[in-house]
């Protein structure tokens, strides 16, 4: 049991994915994602300085993601959707939540579904000033990305459904990221069937119908996967 943990965990925490993959896997600009994972700099009276980042990369040098790091900014991708995430403000929420709850890496965890949440969502909202109906619209998309999230019993992520593209609707969950599959790339939920290479044959000049058949997967199945590949 103990071994099977161990593995787990290395799967979650292993430097996987580039900047640009990360940022094309969740629908977020590069450059949001850099900020996040890398700091960014600031004007001040004495020059310029450098607020530090909200997301540990599993490497910095180069920066590369683990899947725990895609399941932080996805997380942090449900409050920048409509408010535009202020990193000062947002890494100030956070402190306080984990130093009042005592969880270490918070957005992480599976408590974000219950109070520590809560606690949390309730200080962001007081730092940006966000009135009562974007306090609402916040915790229906919160919600919306934790929804997207599978936990294990240990209450750590180890499945992730991306958004196919900007525009899906919540509940469609055709695509999934899991570290222990195709190397953590996005396969098709039902046949595990990595969402590039159908797109590569498509691209190839094959017909949807042709690889649907190849692989058993409904034409839906591989317009969707063919969707995310390309909507980014």
Do not use: C
């Not at 979650?12 to 450059?31: I, K, Q």
């Amino acid at each position: 049991m103990n071994s099977h943990r161990r593995a787990a965990a290395s799967d979650r925490d292993f430097a996987a994915y580039t900047l640009a993959e990360a940022a094309r896997y969740l629908r977020l600009p590069p450059a949001t994602l850099r900020s996040w994972v890398l700091g960014r700099q600031y004007p001040t009276a004495e020059g310029r300085a450098q607020f530090p980042p909200l997301i540990r990369p599993a490497s910095r040098r180069p920066p590369l993601l683990s899947f725990s790091n895609l399941i932080e900014a996805h997380v942090l991708r449900s409050l920048r959707t409509e408010h535009g995430v202020s990193v000062k403000e947002l890494r100030r929420a956070l402190s306080y939540a984990e130093k009042t709850l005592s969880i270490e890496r918070l957005l992480l965890r599976g408590e974000l579904r219950a109070h520590a949440g809560k606690v949390f969502l309730d200080r962001y909202g007081e730092l940006i000033e966000l009135s009562a109906s974007g306090q609402l619209a916040m915790r229906r998309l919160f919600q919306e990305h934790l929804q997207r999230i599978e936990w294990n019993s240990s209450e750590f992520p180890v499945r992730l459904y991306p958004f196919v593209s900007t525009t899906a609707p919540s509940d469609q969950r055709p695509i999934v990221i899991d570290p222990r599959i195709a190397f953590g790339r996005p396969v098709v939920v039902r046949k595990a069937i990595a969402t590039s290479t159908i797109a590569e044959r498509i691209d190839a000049g094959e017909t949807v119908g042709d690889v649907a058949a190849d692989y058993d997967l409904d034409r839906s199945e591989i317009e969707q996967a063919i969707v995310y590949e390309r909507a980014a």
